[in-house]
């Protein structure tokens, strides 16, 4: 069998080993219920609490950004009253959406930008004239 031998004799079906991740058996419950109930997967989902008015990771919410003219860059934010000094900008894109149909149009500069606090997804929407926060990255 040669260098294979070990993986050629593997017994899947042995006693005790677990076959199936994601459906319960009369002794253990899946995996993934398993891996929700872990702190580093939960984290996410609790970042911003419901109390705030950011319940989940994707918002859309008015907040105050400091520009930086020399860098072509948000330099930071404030959100809820804390200031968030942005590190360094990961990636930015434009996103016009419906230009055709000034009720539905959409034009914005979008950024996603590291803080000591996490990835945050701030965008500036060209037609209101305003900052928004769009999103928390895990």
């Not at 040669?2 to 005790?16: E, Q």
């Not at 939960?42 to 918002?59: D, H, I, N, V, W």
């Not at 930071?76 to 968030?84: A, H, I, K, M, N």
Request: charged content about 30%; some cysteine.
């Amino acid at each position: 069998m040669g260098r294979n031998r070990a993986i050629r004799s593997f017994d899947p079906h042995r006693a005790g080993h677990p076959l199936d991740l994601f459906t319960a058996t009369d002794t253990r419950l899946p995996v993934i219920v398993e891996l929700l109930k872990s702190p580093w997967i939960s984290r996410a989902s609790e970042l911003m609490q419901p109390t705030s008015g950011l319940a989940g990771k994707l918002c859309e919410r008015a907040i105050e950004v400091t520009w930086d003219g020399v860098r072509s860059a948000p330099r930071d934010f404030t959100l809820e009253g804390r200031r968030y000094v942005i590190d360094a900008v990961i990636q930015a894109w434009a996103v016009e959406r419906a230009w055709w149909d000034p009720r539905k149009r959409l034009s914005r500069r979008c950024y996603r930008v590291l803080t000591r606090g996490g990835l945050y997804d701030l965008a500036y929407d060209r037609i209101n004239d305003r900052w928004l926060l769009t999103g928390i990255v895990d």
